[in-house]
């Protein structure tokens, strides 16, 4: 009996200790496996990065957790270090950060306790400008809030929120605010306002005035890129040529441009995130997965200003000449409000972009639900997408959108005369500048309350090739229009609109079979 005693009191005292060790991550190898086996076309193995056992609290280092002192050093010395001594957990413990820009190292794994909140300084004296890409173009940035190049096994995990103080580096038009709220806006943050949009500085506006496609300055004169410092917009997270990536738990929210940014990395796993930006939020994308291979992106919520699960590969021709495509990617079990698009291709894949696979996604809300989009001069191959089970309500525009005339606006807020004019230009000859989008197979969706269920807008001299649409069931004020599309499959698809007709095929869809 004393024997049997001392024996339950030893598996008490081992339970508790089990119980008390932390567990810094929860997506597993078997897990990740599992994910990849689903995919409609070869895939590696995708790896869930392991790291050693060793800890360094940030606290240790001097990190202030009540806000009132910048931690960027504490912060930054302990990762620096942690990675020098052969890897393992830095942990940022409960409280309130504010720091800087930090950089994380190969074979760290960023761990935030529960009510932990890391908030990156308005200070841009801070942020230093550096040779980057933005949109797919190379150009000048400020440094992200969070960055890593050329590392391998790192991660950011756990409970905790990172907010990029986004308000203070973003244009705001005044047509996507209360009035309260703009108000606030000049109130507490100055700045200027010019045709109502509010620009942070006379800088800002000036470097718009250098923008001749979408958001990235042409300066021919160096010194300009100092003054133009807070146009700058970095990224909230920018992870560029990395891998064996783990983001994992946390919340990423109000950034100053793109939310998260993997760029030409490889091994990247995105799980139970919870991204966020205010929905007037400029350039206020969710996760932009660029020129990147072997991701995965499960059970992920997003609420973002732009377009929420972006493929993107590189613009024109710097991304032709890169040429590396975004490929084998699965975005799974994903749930979308607010945002651009739900799932989103393009515009700038004109390294290509194949091999996706989206499935058992919720939007909803969503300007768009499935938007793929692109126009002349991107060049670049959209193949083998694979989208199966996404159910989409509330939908102010297209469930269903393929978009290759794309003139930089959101949808629904081009005019019929912006578009008009790309349309009724004169079809260059195919060439490397011509976008392509083939192979592409949707199957189990739904969609409820859409103003258009589905809008085909292909090229005249690159038609949308190959497009499979199987059981499909969509509600809206308008059915489908469909223009410049080769190849088309349509297998019980179901559409109720409360005018019109269900299916509008202009002359120049062909090689359609109804099932």
Not at 346 to 363: D, F, H, P, R
């Amino acid at each position: 009996m004393k024997h049997t005693v001392s024996l339950f009191v030893a598996c008490i005292c081992a339970m508790t200790a089990m119980a008390a060790k932390p567990t810094y991550q929860h997506m597993t190898q078997k897990e990740a496996n599992a994910l990849v086996k689903t995919a409609k076309f070869k895939m590696p193995k995708v790896k869930v990065p392991v790291f050693g056992n060793a800890t360094y609290n940030v606290l240790d280092y001097g990190a202030d957790p009540t806000g009132q002192q910048l931690a960027t050093k504490a912060i930054q010395q302990a990762i620096d270090q942690c990675s020098a001594q052969g890897g393992g957990t830095v942990i940022i413990p409960a409280g309130i950060y504010i720091t800087g820009p930090i950089a994380l190292k190969s074979n760290v794994r960023l761990y935030t306790e529960r009510n932990c909140f890391v908030s990156f300084t308005n200070d841009l004296s801070q942020y230093t400008i550096y040779e980057s890409w933005f949109e797919g173009i190379p150009t000048m940035r400020c440094t992200s809030p969070i960055s890593a190049f050329n590392q391998t096994n790192i991660a950011i995990t756990g409970y905790g929120v990172f907010n990029g103080n986004g308000d203070y580096w973003r244009p705001i038009k005044k047509s996507k605010m209360a009035e309260t709220q703009w108000k606030k806006q000049l109130k507490d943050k100055g700045g200027i306002v010019v045709n109502n949009i509010w620009y942070p500085d006379s800088a800002s506006l000036y470097a718009q005035s250098l923008c001749q496609d979408q958001n990235v300055p042409v300066v021919t004169n160096p010194d300009d890129w100092a003054r133009i410092k807070s146009f700058l917009r970095p990224v909230m997270l920018h992870f560029v040529q990395c891998q064996n990536i783990l983001l994992e738990g946390v919340t990423f929210e109000n950034s100053p441009a793109w939310n998260l940014h993997p760029m030409l990395c490889d091994n990247l796993i995105l799980s139970n995130l919870n991204v966020r930006n205010p929905w007037y939020s400029q350039n206020g994308d969710g996760v932009d997965v660029e020129s990147c291979k072997n991701v995965l992106i499960q059970r992920c919520q997003f609420d973002v200003g732009d377009d929420a699960i972006c493929m993107k590969s590189g613009k024109n021709k710097p991304g032709r000449d890169r040429g590396i495509p975004t490929e084998n990617v699965i975005v799974d079990q994903c749930v979308v409000y607010h945002g651009h698009g739900g799932f989103v291709v393009g515009s700038e894949m004109s390294g290509g972009i194949k091999n996706v696979q989206v499935t058992n996604n919720l939007y909803i809300g969503t300007d768009v639900g499935l938007r793929f989009k692109s126009t002349r001069g991107r060049g670049g191959v959209v193949e083998n997408i694979y989208i199966d089970n996404v159910q989409m309500c509330n939908i102010p525009n297209e469930a269903l959108l393929f978009d290759l005339f794309y003139g930089g606006k959101g949808a629904g807020e081009e005019t019929e005369e912006e578009l008009a004019a790309r349309m009724n230009a004169e079809a260059p000859a195919a060439s490397e500048e011509t976008p392509q989008f083939k192979n592409i197979f949707i199957s189990n969706c739904t969609a409820s309350n859409v103003k258009r269920c589905m809008y085909f807008n292909g090229l005249p001299e690159m038609k949308i090739q190959n497009v499979s649409l199987k059981n499909i069931r969509m509600q809206g004020t308008e059915g489908a229009l469909l223009r410049q599309t080769d190849g088309l499959t349509i297998d019980n698809v179901i559409l109720l609109p409360t005018k019109g007709e269900a299916f509008q095929l202009a002359p120049t869809v062909t090689n359609v079979q109804i099932k």
